[in-house]
Antibody, heavy 119, light 107 residues
Framework: EVQLLESGGGLVQPGGSLRLSCSAS????????MSWVRQAPGKGLEWVST????????YSADSVKGRFTISRDNSRNTLYLQMTSLRVEDTAVYYC????????????WGPGTLVLVSS | DIQMTQSPSSLSASVGDRVTITCQAS??????LNWYQQTPGKAPKLLIF???HLHTGVPSRFSGRGSRTHFTLTISSLQPEDIGTYYC?????????FGPGTKVEIK
């Protein structure tokens, strides 16, 4: 059974940093693309960043480029999102999602972790 | 960026009704279109991928069709557990983008 569990969310001041983690199990993590998708309170879904399964290629939305860094530790089956220079508009539930065979289709999601950026 | 629009933004229907949600892409995305269901307080779930393929475990009352810029999600017989918000998403070009969602309620 595929399981994803995010952690690391919380309250942070504007300009601050936070690192999210996503622990994965139930599939071959090392060869699977993984992504972060966020949802601001009461709003829709926004793709944030993807780490490819092979080759180590990363992709990020323009809204977070230069501030957020996606990484992974295949030995720990864990995906990360390092967030710096946080803004109020980054407030959202952040979901870790497993990409299907083809990147861009999220067949399994974690329950999410809330990041609240506020002074 | 490819813009995704959905209609209606919300709907209310009776149990057993046939419900159709429309998704439009601002550019040709071939069949690179997915549908997700999000129930209140929960993470989204994949319903349909590649326009028309049901994800594992998804009831057969859900179906999808379309191509290029126009797509539909149909629930053939609405059930109480189908309440929630439905999102379409394109993955033809980065950045992957989602529609604004369609909220489905039971009348």
């Amino acid at each position: 059974e595929v399981q994803l569990l995010e952690s690391g969310g919380g309250l942070v001041q504007p300009g601050g940093s936070l690192r999210l983690s996503c622990s994965a199990s139930g599939f071959t993590f090392s060869t699977n693309a993984m992504s972060w998708v966020r949802q601001a309170p009461g709003k829709g879904l926004e793709w944030v960043s993807t780490f490819s399964g092979r080759g180590g290629t990363t992709y990020s939305a323009d809204s977070v480029k230069g501030r957020f860094t996606i990484s992974r530790d295949n030995s720990r089956n864990t995906l990360y999102l390092q967030m710096t220079s946080l803004r109020v508009e980054d407030t959202a539930v952040y979901y870790c999602a497993k990409d299907q065979t083809v990147a861009g289709t999220y067949d399994y999601w974690g329950p999410g972790t809330l990041v609240l950026v506020s002074s | 960026d490819i813009q995704m629009t959905q209609s209606p933004s919300s709907l209310s229907a009776s149990v057993g009704d046939r419900v159709t949600i429309t998704c439009q892409a601002s550019l040709d995305i071939s069949n690179y279109l997915n549908w997700y269901q999000q129930t209140p307080g929960k993470a989204p779930k994949l319903l349909i991928f590649d326009t028309a393929h049901l994800h594992t475990g998804v009831p057969s009352r859900f179906s999808g069709r379309g191509s290029r810029t126009h797509f539909t999600l149909t629930i053939s017989s609405l059930q109480p557990e189908d309440i929630g918000t439905y999102y379409c998403q394109q993955y033809d070009n980065f950045p992957w983008t989602f529609g604004p969602g369609t909220k489905v309620e039971i009348k």
